[in-house]
């Protein structure tokens, strides 16, 4: 589904539930119109969206709306300084090499006069790009060790850029699947993780299993210092709601006192 859609949906029938994309591939899209989709859905649910960005990978993605994957760094380090400058000022001109606006005002403004913007990736460009520009980290398919790392990388660069690696924020997709029996939560699983790209080096670290080993293998990440989880839920379509069901009556009581 598209995914600004999507959240609009999400928002409409929520009321404390924070929500974002993961990710939006910003290069993809003019930061003018991806500004004023985000502005509109804190409209809707003010102060509860966060904007996560990455920069894409597949080529045919690009060339379906006529472009190349050429320069998306630059495009996506541009976008997320216009987008913050149309949230937050009005009558902004800006001048880059991709993007360029004259007086250009976007209203209503945000919530708070700004939305977090996380960046995606699991790189060393990555982790400067969220060191340099991100309100937060979005990491995926990343080892405990890889997370923890990839936290005290960020705090270095943040360092030289002057800022304060405490204020930028984490999180990370966990691939999960829980069954009564342990076995069939890593079929399921396995025949999902088929269309995902390099799962092998952290395919085991994943919470899979039945509830005792996922509880397990979730506290792997807590221990590592990991405290916002997207847990993504490896199974086909069909059984989705069931698995995030699960979740919040057999995972989620383990670590959270509400």
């Not at 060790?145 to 936290?151: A, C, D, F, H, L």
């Not at 807590?222 to 199974?235: D, I, M, N, R």
């Amino acid at each position: 589904l598209d995914t600004p859609t999507m959240l609009a949906a999400i928002a409409a029938r929520t009321t404390r539930l924070k929500l974002g994309p993961s990710v939006l591939l910003l290069p993809l899209r003019h930061p003018v119109i991806a500004a004023k989709t985000f502005a509109t859905l804190d409209y809707l649910a003010p102060g509860r969206v966060i904007c996560a960005v990455g920069l894409g990978a597949n080529p045919k993605e690009f060339g379906a709306v006529g472009m190349t994957i050429e320069h998306r760094a630059a495009k996506l380090d541009e976008g997320i300084l216009l987008m913050r400058k149309l949230w937050a000022e009005s009558h902004v001109t800006f001048t880059g090499k991709y993007y360029q606006t004259e007086d250009v005002t976007i209203e209503p403004k945000p919530a708070r006069g700004h939305i977090d913007l996380w960046v995606g990736g699991r790189t060393e460009y990555a982790l400067k790009r969220v060191a340099r520009l991100g309100d937060g980290w979005f990491a995926s398919r990343v080892t405990p060790q890889q997370y923890r790392e990839g936290r005290q990388q960020i705090a270095e660069f943040a360092h030289g850029y002057g800022r304060d690696g405490a204020d930028i924020e984490a999180g990370a997709i966990v691939f999960c699947n829980i069954a009564d029996r342990s076995q069939d939560a890593h079929a399921v699983a396995g025949r999902f993780f088929q269309n995902v790209p390099d799962p092998d080096h952290v395919q085991e670290h994943w919470p899979i299993g039945s509830p005792q080993e996922c509880c397990e293998k979730i506290a792997h990440y807590v221990e590592a210092g990991l405290t916002k989880f997207v847990l993504w839920p490896a199974c086909p379509p069909s059984d989705l709601i069931a698995q995030v069901d699960r979740f919040a009556h057999e995972l989620l009581p383990q670590f959270c006192a509400v």
